[in-house]
């Protein structure tokens, strides 16, 4: 111990010193637990085929997970399966499900029984924009059955499947309309506020069990269904960010927090709005953007 005190405390770089780094150095990585170590060989994606999906599951190659996709888009999933595969030389496995079926549960879990598996991103939802009333009955069920009901099973059967001690990710993918209550997609914010507070306890119940479970709040994103909402843009315009942003930014906050805005930009306005202004002041801003953006499609003329 007095030769390592001698070889810190002298001015300069000499050979021991590095050497005592070095191993310093090694011996907090290997303290670290890899990717893999901690969230297993296969991921699996809940709505894969494209979009915010396709990038989660592009960014889970990439840390060289085999990956189970799951869509109700043949074509698109068998299409982004063959992508990862050549792009990232891992396995992956398609299973063409509907989510809003809770018997879809069985056919999951049967494909992971036999994989060590133990992250999962639920990203599918359905969400419109429309005036609440112009939805039918059947579509508000939908609603609850996609985008509230699967992901809680689905998150409650994974954790009690999980081998005794192990360690794992749950990743529920939210909106900023889960934040306020937002006009033109108030079913759909009241889905996505479900699942940031389910995320955000559940954060709590297991993060000393080594279980990290995260909510994503994502805002405006560049996908195929954000683009098929047409918004219409004045003064003010929301921050559109890339998906591949979205998910990379999202996959390095698991385990350090239980809700996450991914976009630096979407993160100053919300963290600057919420510390600046009243909630209610928020959501009315919130609301007038979202009637600029999208009440011109319900005006009279266009009924
Ligand atoms: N894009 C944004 O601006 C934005 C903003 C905030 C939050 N988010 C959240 O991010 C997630 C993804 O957003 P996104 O809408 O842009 O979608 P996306 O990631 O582009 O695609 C979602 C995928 O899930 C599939 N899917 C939908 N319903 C399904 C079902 N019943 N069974 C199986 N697969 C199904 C979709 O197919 P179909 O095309 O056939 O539906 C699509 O391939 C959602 O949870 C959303 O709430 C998105």
Known sequence: MPFLYQVLLNPGICPDKILIFVHLISLTIGKMKSWKEKYGSWGLVAGAAEGLGKAFSEA???????????????????ATADTIENKYGIRTKKLLLDLSVIGSLQAIFESIEDLDCRLIVYNAAYGPVKPFIKHSVSELDY?????????LHLTFHFIKN????SSAGII?????????GTNLVAPYGATKAFNFNLAEALYHEYRSKGIDILACCAGATDTPNYRNTFPKYG???PSVTSPRIVAESTLKKLGKKGLHIPGIGNRIIFSLLSHIFTRKSV???MNKTMQRMYGYRFEPEND
């Open 162 to 165: 999980l081998p005794e001690g």
């Open 172 to 180: 529920l993918l939210s909106s900023l309309a889960g934040l306020y």
């Open 60 to 78: 889970l190659a990439n840390r060289g997970m085999h990956m189970i996709l799951i869509d109700n888009q043949e074509e698109k999933l068998y």
């Open 143 to 151: 609603y609850i059955d996609l985008n509230s009901r699967m992901p």
């Open 235 to 237: 003064i003010i315009k």
């Open 283 to 285: 959501s009315y801003l």
